[in-house]
Nanobody
Framework: VQLQASGGGLVQTGGSMTLSCTAP????????LGWVRQAPGQEREFVTG????????NYGDSVKGRFTISRDNAKAAVTLHMNGLKPDDTAIYYC???????????????????WGPGTQVTVSS
């Protein structure tokens, strides 16, 4: 599964940023998607996951209430809106996917089977 992420860059504390990820249209609706991040010297951290249907979504504790994931199956795209960004959000963000049932939403790093190239998000203090 080829995943292509876009977005990322530099933002100040308290700012917002949007990441997007696309996958081949023919398989998109059969896969749960989401994001995992990794800061320098740290383990990968689950950020969020959304079900193939878009009905269910899960978030890591550190981003709940600040990040929102959504998907547009017609456009084969998933979007992560990040608000209230903090320096601790600085990391490489990876789009990830797993083939799943319609209403299954990943809730941990280990739930994912496929990974795209990462995109850097840097939050300055």
């Amino acid at each position: 599964v080829q995943l292509q992420a876009s977005g990322g860059g530099l933002v100040q504390t308290g700012g917002s940023m949007t990441l997007s990820c696309t996958a081949p249209v023919g398989i998109f609706t059969n896969y749960a998607l989401g994001w995992v991040r990794q800061a320098p010297g740290q383990e990968r951290e689950f950020v969020t996951g959304i079900s193939p249907s878009g009905v269910g979504a899960n978030y890591g504790d550190s981003v709940k209430g600040r990040f929102t994931i959504s998907r547009d199956n017609a456009k084969a795209a998933v979007t992560l809106h990040m608000n209230g960004l903090k320096p601790d959000d600085t990391a490489i963000y990876y789009c990830a996917a797993v083939r799943s049932s319609p209403n299954y939403a990943p809730s941990s790093v280990d739930n994912y089977a496929y990974w795209g190239p990462g995109t850097q998000v840097t939050v300055s203090s």
